[in-house]
């Protein structure tokens, strides 16, 4: 079996292929194309380390390694295959890797756990495709009900269900998963920010991820000609959405604590240069340590939204996604910092500002996560890397805190 550190560069070369902007960094949206490439990727390397394959409804992939128990809950290692627009080959991907080279370590070393380690690929982490975000996690634990899935488009109007089926995945399939089949979740994710480089530490165990809200703002106004339309019989929409997002940023550094808020997509219809805007949807990202701030900064949002209100512009305001900050327990974070310290690698604990699918199985099992520095502090970005070093460092650790969490 070539090296792990060759697997894994294989690995992140492979995926990395698996883009819709080759020259710009990875787009992988779900259930597109590049999905379907990555997806096949996964579960062939699923299959060749004799992991039992299998999607869910959403199509989220296992890859099972059974234990010597019968009907036992499992130990889940894994992360999201998806990308942001644009973003980087580490982001999610170094997750899925570190879960199937744990498997791949537990078959190359004969062990045969008592109960199953499971391999998991989740999809639409990022949202970039139906909005919202940590869509594959939040929909296995019935978190997103059918009826929220079926509704969910794209910008092109394509519901969630028939993208899956254009790529041959089967909706119908089912999607719950039961808190009482999971025994753990483990996840090792790229740091996306400077600390562990700063420090020059190679392991993060995290302890605790902000809690954080998406918002998307529809803006009506009533487009117009631009040449003939007086100024003060305008009811431009854009330059409405644009008085509202200057004034966002005040409202997060006021806040203070680490509280961010960012828009990061906004559309213009109908988007001519010679066209007043009739229509903005933009969104806004509120991301906190402590719930209050986030709350804080959502109902100045929603003032700030109502006040650029009048007879000719109408706004409204979708919350695409809430989750609350999360604590992980101990018992999981002690073992990972146990065995990084029997390896003899050095780590810090950390806290996430960015969110992960192990915040959303953190209410239902016992869940551990481990980052790897980014290099420059970047992320959701083409220079986004991580080196393949530090991604075999977590694999051990996680080797070692999986093989105990499967025996007992
Ligand atoms: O937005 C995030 O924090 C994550 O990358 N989905
Ligand atoms: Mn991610
Ligand atoms: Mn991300
Ligand atoms: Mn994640």
């Known amino acids: 079996m070539q090296e792990l550190k060759e697997r894994i560069e294989r690995h992140i070369n492979q995926l990395s292929e698996f883009t ?3 020259e710009n960094g990875t787009t992988r949206l779900t259930y597109s194309v590049e999905d379907l490439q990555a997806r096949n990727y996964i579960k062939d390397t699923m299959k060749e380390y004799g992991l039992q394959v299998r999607e869910d409804g959403y199509g989220n992939i296992f890859g099972k390694l059974d234990g010597t128990l019968i009907n036992a809950p499992s130990v889940i290692i894994g992360s999201h295959f998806d990308s942001v627009p644009n973003g980087g080959a580490y982001d999610g991907p170094a997750g899925v890797i570190a879960g199937l080279e744990v498997a791949g370590l537990f078959v190359k070393n004969n062990v045969a756990p008592r109960y199953p380690l499971e391999v998991v690929a989740l999809v ?3 949202g970039s495709r139906f909005g ?4 594959g996690s939040r929909g ?4 997103l009900s059918d009826e929220g899935f079926r509704s969910l488009r794209d910008r092109d109007g394509i519901s969630t269900e028939e993208a899956m089926v254009k790529i041959g995945l089967d909706p119908s399939l089912p999607r ?3 808190p009482k089949t999971m025994k753990a979740f483990l996840e090792l994710h790229i740091e996306q920010g400077p600390i562990l480089e700063e420090k020059n530490i190679p392991i993060g165990v995290v302890e605790a991820i902000v809690g954080l809200t998406q918002l998307e703002i529809t803006i009506q106004g009533q487009a117009g000609h631009a040449g003939t339309t007086p100024m003060d019989r305008r009811a431009d929409a854009l330059v409405a959405a644009a008085t509202i997002i200057t004034q966002l940023p005040a409202f997060a550094v006021e806040e203070g604590q680490g509280t961010v808020i960012t828009t990061g997509r906004l559309n213009v219809f109908p988007n001519g ?3 007043i805007p009739n229509k903005v949807v933009f969104t806004v990202d509120i991301r906190s340590g402590k719930e209050q701030n986030v709350l804080n900064v959502i109902e100045k949002t929603k003032a700030l939204i109502h006040s650029v209100c009048n007879d000719n512009i109408q706004t409204s305001v979708d919350q695409l996604l809430y989750i609350q900050p999360k604590q992980f327990n101990e018992r999981i974070t002690s073992l990972l910092k146990k ?3 029997e390896l003899n690698i050095q780590y810090c604990s950390i806290n996430s500002g960015a969110g992960h699918d192990a915040m959303v199985f953190s209410d239902y099992t016992d869940v551990g996560m481990l980052f790897i520095p980014s290099r420059d502090g970047l992320s959701h970005c083409p220079e986004e890397w991580s080196d393949s070093v530090h991604l075999e460092n977590a694999i051990h650790i996680l080797f070692e805190a999986a093989k105990r969490l499967t025996e007992s």
Do not use: F, H, K, W
């Open 132 to 135: 919202g975000g940590l869509m």
């Open 176 to 178: 719950r998963r039961d």
């Open 124 to 126: 639409e982490e990022e």
């Open 339 to 341: 065995q990084s310290e």
């Open 140 to 143: 296995m634990m019935g978190l």
């Open 20 to 22: 819709a902007t080759p």
């Open 273 to 275: 240069a010679n066209v």
